[in-house]
């Protein structure tokens, strides 16, 4: 029993979803379809769900929204045209958005964008399990509302307990299950959507809950590459990675998988193929537990931008009991989690992402460093990217770390920190974004050009 994901660019046109049925149809195994919003058909096209954040920035700063929806019903209409549907489907979404947008009035700004988003999702799975039952495949579309529970806000959204038994009795259904991505419901009623690209996610909990034997994620690529293919000049395939290098790698940069997809099909050990919905038979990449041993000891590099960086310094700060949790808590005080957290005898650096910060969230942190804790130093430094260079094989080769370090000083760039992960299947290094890319070639070629074994 397969749980199969399609990713916006698999579902962004009639032609599109049009291959997905011929997947489904072709494999009598693939019983549970998880479906994101129309993606882009084009490079120049936008996102159903960055029109929808767009309708509900207008409706939250209560501005005419009308043309908005009509851009977003346009969308469903050019498919269901192309699928050969009633248009009563298109009539339906519309009714379904305006009265959303009419409930804002009731709502506050984080529900009324979270309901807007995940209509993307849900009218998409709708429209598709009307396809789906139009060409004779038996074909149920199941709302989140029946078992994908999530906890309450302010955590981050993430599925409970109860939502993998709730929805486990979805394994004894006759028909295609059509399930939308990317969002549940708290046990209250409230709708949460995930993070951005978070319908992986959806597939994840899904397959869990039904004990899928592979969950297969469909996407716009044939495989994993080993540095991203928008970057690296033709990279390697990867055939297969485990979780733990798949966690590491899509953590940072590797966006064609999210990382929080990996924790429910990790606890039950079901294999993941990534695979490209426009080449099915292509074999893909497979992230398992435990793989064949490769001759390379990197398996891929993945660099992402946005990271802060908290730098405090005092004398004889390793002597000082309770430092680092104090430091942390303050941090925890402002809401912010933490990356990494690299230090010296008397100085430590918090690497955070920086979509956490703004100018009064700093200045109250720099405030109470250096008030509650007495440093001698504290400042924050922006602008920095992080780059992982991840491999199970990494710690049986000696001098790694030192070709890494000869690479990325080839290119001229300071590296303003190392932090090498306790079960040393990465090394991370921090650096000033405008490096990024010339960073990440150069690592390329001295782990993948070369034969380095
Ligand atoms: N290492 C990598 N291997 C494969 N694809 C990658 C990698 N890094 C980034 N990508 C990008 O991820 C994209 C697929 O992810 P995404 O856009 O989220 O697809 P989907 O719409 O199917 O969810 C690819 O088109 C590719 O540009
Ligand atoms: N549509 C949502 C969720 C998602 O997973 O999309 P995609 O499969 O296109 O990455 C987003 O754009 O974030």
């Known amino acids: 029993m397969k749980v199969c994901k399609f990713g916006g660019t698999s579902v962004a046109s009639a032609e599109q979803i049009k291959k997905v049925a011929n997947i489904i149809k072709s494999d009598a195994t693939r019983r549970f379809v998880v479906v994101s919003a129309p993606g882009k058909r084009t490079s120049e096209d936008i996102k159903v769900t960055d029109l929808l954040i767009e309708l509900a920035n207008a409706v939250i700063q209560k501005q005419p929204f009308d043309e908005k929806i009509a851009k977003v019903v346009s969308r469903y209409e050019d498919n269901a045209i192309g699928l050969g549907l009633d248009h009563e489907i298109c009539e339906i979404i519309e009714l379904d958005l305006k009265a959303r947008c009419e409930a804002a009035l009731k709502q506050n700004d984080d529900a009324i964008m979270d309901s807007l988003k995940a209509s993307g999702e849900d009218n998409n799975a709708k429209m598709i399990a009307a396809y789906f039952n139009s060409i004779g495949m038996l074909t149920r579309y199941v709302s989140p509302k029946e078992g994908l529970v999530v906890n309450d806000a302010p955590e981050r959204t993430m ?146 931008s946005g990271f802060s960086i908290l730098y405090v310094s005092k004398y004889l700060m390793n002597r000082e009991i309770g430092f680092g949790r104090k430091l942390l808590q303050i941090l925890e005080e402002e809401n912010i989690s933490y990356e990494h957290t690299p230090s010296g005898l008397d100085d430590i650096s918090v690497i955070i992402r920086s979509f956490q910060l703004d100018d009064a969230k700093e200045e109250r942190i720099l405030q109470r460093v250096e008030n509650e804790l007495q440093a001698d130093d504290v400042n924050f430094r922006h602008g920095f990217s992080m780059i992982v260079v991840v491999g199970e094989g990494m710690k049986y080769k000696t001098g790694l770390a030192a070709s890494a370090t000869a690479a990325i000083s080839r290119t001229g760039a300071n590296i303003e920190m190392i932090n090498q992960g306790s079960s040393e299947v990465s090394l991370s290094f921090g650096v000033l974004e405008k490096y990024e890319n010339v960073i990440l070639k150069e690592l390329y070629s001295e782990f993948f050009s070369a034969i380095t074994v």
């Open 159 to 304: 599925a409970i307990a109860e939502a993998y038994e709730e929805l486990s009795s979805l394994k004894d259904s006759q028909e295609i299950i059509l399930f939308p991505g990317f969002f549940g419901y708290t046990k209250s009623g409230q709708l949460r959507t995930f993070d951005r690209g978070g319908s992986d996610i959806t597939g994840a909990i899904l397959s869990a809950a039904v004990g899928a034997d592979l969950y297969e994620n469909f996407t716009d690529v044939d495989c994993v590459f080993s540095a991203n293919p928008k970057v690296v000049n033709n990279p390697a395939e990867i055939v297969e990675i485990t979780y733990r290098e798949m966690r590491e790698l899509s953590y940072a940069g590797f966006s064609v998988f999210h990382d929080e997809a990996l924790m429910p099909v990790v606890k039950q050990g079901i294999p993941v193929n990534i695979k490209n919905t426009n080449n099915p038979q292509a074999p893909g990449t497979r992230i398992v537990s435990k793989r064949v041993e490769s001759k390379r000891p990197v398996t891929g590099i993945s660099a992402d």
